[in-house]
């Protein structure tokens, strides 16, 4: 059947000489992949490719066939036009790096429309700000609201995080049990705003060794979770 969603691009992969798969997280569907058949090989293929960088948000026109493993595309258009997204080599970076995390827990072929509306207003705010050396920490920390394992607060004055049992603790309970500098940056991140974000102020060092206790949460609570190919490379633009 033909319908229309909204979508977010997630990833692109070359597939025979000419032809493009992508996956996108939909409004309607969830997560879809898509066969765009002949792609590379015209000029009138390349402004296509153009739409699909990715996190790009787009309004598509489907082709839409249940527990089909790849769905057809039979019109597209720009939902919104990134300022400095992908122009930007900071935000294209952090757009790589989040598009990379994004395609490993995004699994499911269901709605979830308040998931992809704050997808949607996140990366409207980076596009928009000039301050955004942080905004990863948090956008993966709220991140977890979505997927099911945000950081209990209730006892958030405790002095340690217990990154397996996603809750404050007195004591140290095993070795994923974190405090420090870590746990102080994660009490400042637990219920703020992106737009409080300029008020957190940390070195590159402390960034990093926050990005990965995060990706270890993921790693802890999402199976087959794996460690995003572009760390390496992000962490070397943001040192």
Same mark, same amino acid.
């Given at each position: 059947?033909?319908a229309?969603?909204? %979508?977010?691009?997630?990833?692109?992969l070359? $597939?025979?000489?000419n032809?493009? /798969?992508?996956?996108c $997280?939909?409004?309607?569907? =969830?997560?879809?992949?898509f066969l765009?058949r002949g792609?590379?090989k015209s !000029?009138?293929?390349?402004?296509?490719?153009a $739409?699909f960088?990715?996190l790009?948000q787009?309004?598509?026109?489907?082709?839409y066939?249940?527990n089909?493993s790849l769905q057809?595309? +039979? &019109?597209?258009?720009?939902n919104?036009?990134?300022s400095?997204?992908h122009?930007n080599?900071?935000?294209?970076?952090?757009?790589?790096?989040? %598009?990379?995390?994004?395609a490993?827990?995004?699994?499911?072929?269901?709605?979830? &429309?308040?998931?992809?509306?704050?997808? &949607?207003? %996140?990366l409207?705010w980076?596009?928009?700000?000039s301050e955004?050396?942080?905004?990863?920490?948090?956008f993966l920390? !709220?991140?977890?609201?979505?997927l099911g394992?945000?950081?209990?607060s209730?006892? /958030?004055?405790?002095?340690?995080?217990?990154?397996?049992? =996603?809750?404050?603790e007195?004591?140290?309970?095993?070795?994923y049990? /974190?405090?420090g500098e870590?746990?102080?940056?994660l009490?400042q991140l637990?219920g703020i705003t992106?737009d409080?974000l300029?008020n957190?102020?940390i070195n590159? +060092?402390?960034?990093?060794s926050?990005?990965?206790?995060?990706?270890?949460y993921?790693e802890?609570?999402l199976? =087959?979770?794996?460690t995003?190919?572009?760390l390496?490379?992000?962490n070397?633009?943001?040192s």
């Amino acid at each position: 059947m033909l319908a229309t969603t909204n %979508a977010i691009v997630l990833s692109k992969l070359k $597939y025979k000489d000419n032809d493009l /798969i992508v996956k996108c $997280y939909t409004e309607q569907y =969830g997560v879809l992949s898509f066969l765009l058949r002949g792609v590379l090989k015209s !000029k009138k293929g390349n402004s296509k490719v153009a $739409y699909f960088q990715l996190l790009s948000q787009l309004q598509i026109v489907i082709v839409y066939k249940e527990n089909r493993s790849l769905q057809t595309i +039979k &019109e597209t258009k720009l939902n919104s036009i990134y300022s400095t997204l992908h122009t930007n080599v900071l935000k294209s970076s952090i757009v790589m790096f989040l %598009a990379e995390v994004l395609a490993n827990t995004l699994k499911e072929e269901e709605q979830n &429309e308040s998931l992809f509306s704050y997808l &949607e207003n %996140a990366l409207l705010w980076l596009d928009s700000q000039s301050e955004y050396s942080n905004f990863h920490l948090l956008f993966l920390i !709220k991140l977890t609201k979505y997927l099911g394992f945000y950081p209990d607060s209730k006892n /958030i004055d405790y002095p340690f995080f217990n990154l397996n049992e =996603g809750k404050f603790e007195l004591k140290p309970s095993d070795r994923y049990t /974190i405090s420090g500098e870590n746990l102080i940056l994660l009490k400042q991140l637990l219920g703020i705003t992106f737009d409080a974000l300029p008020n957190i102020k940390i070195n590159a +060092k402390q960034r990093q060794s926050f990005l990965s206790m995060i990706l270890l949460y993921f790693e802890l609570h999402l199976g =087959g979770f794996k460690t995003p190919k572009s760390l390496q490379i992000f962490n070397q633009v943001f040192s």
